[in-house]
């Protein structure tokens, strides 16, 4: 069973650009959720995937955005990105209506 | 609002001195309570989910319990490689999201 995975690793941006990070869902599961960790904070929900659609977003601006894919997987877009924007970006995946999320490895960016 | 605060930041402990960790939270409706181990630079590991007060789960050398108000990682006779950041997150009753409100997480160190 392949588990969470995402791409890519590491990347760094300077501030304005635009940047795409991809997440490919555990086998099985169709729900799909971002969260973006700053360093020594907590993980903080930015939004969730299922069907496609938006299900639920936390306190992040428009310029976060994302897709889900028919094969579950998923994109976060954010656009004229901001220093602040530097973390590690965690996909969870899940089956909907089960509460637990497993967390692929994170994409880590750096806007300079 | 749904609010997770984790105690103490950091710990250091000798090998085999046994301990616990400590998650309080405040939620409208608790729909699970989870703890994650994550090691630097990774994306968390699911460890546990507990779901109503009473409620006790083991892996190895680990013990969740959960009450109203909080919940405790109790670590016995702790090895070098149980060093890592263990978070807690609780998923409130929210409509149809089913997201994470997470804590800042303990560090947890441990000497050999």
């Known amino acids: 069973e392949t588990g969470v995975t995402q791409s890519p690793t590491h990347l760094i941006k300077t501030r304005g650009q635009q940047v795409t990070l991809r997440c490919s869902s555990q086998?099985?599961?169709?729900?799909v959720s971002w969260y973006q960790q700053a360093l020594g904070q907590g993980p903080q929900f930015i939004f969730q995937?299922?069907?496609?659609?938006?299900?639920g977003r936390g306190n992040f601006p428009p310029r976060f955005s994302g897709l889900q894919f028919p094969n579950y997987s998923s994109e976060l877009n954010v656009n004229a990105l901001e220093l602040d924007d530097s973390a590690l970006y965690l996909c969870?995946?899940?089956?909907?209506?089960?509460?637990?999320?497993?967390f692929g490895p994170g994409t880590r960016l750096l806007v300079l | 609002e749904d609010q997770v605060t984790q105690s103490p930041e950091a710990l250091r402990l000798q090998e085999g001195e046994s301990s616990s960790l400590n998650c309080s939270y405040t939620?409208?409706?608790?729909?699970?309570l989870f703890w994650y181990r994550q090691d630097p630079g990774k994306g968390p590991e699911f460890l546990f989910t507990?779901?109503?007060a009473g409620e006790e789960k083991e892996k190895e050398r680990l013990k969740a319990t959960l009450t109203k108000k909080e919940s405790f990682l109790h670590i016995t006779a702790p090895k070098p490689e149980d060093s890592a950041t263990y978070l807690c997150?609780?998923?409130?009753?929210?409509?149809?999201?089913?997201?994470?409100?997470f804590g800042k997480g303990t560090k947890l160190t441990v000497n050999p």
């Open positions: 939620v409208s409706g608790l729909r699970g």
């Open positions: 086998s099985g599961h169709n729900t």
């Open positions: 997150a609780v998923q409130p009753y929210q409509g149809g999201s089913e997201k994470l409100v």
């Open positions: 507990l779901y109503s």
């Open positions: 969870a995946s899940k089956v909907r209506f089960q509460e637990t999320q497993y």
């Open positions: 995937y299922y069907r496609e659609e938006e299900n």
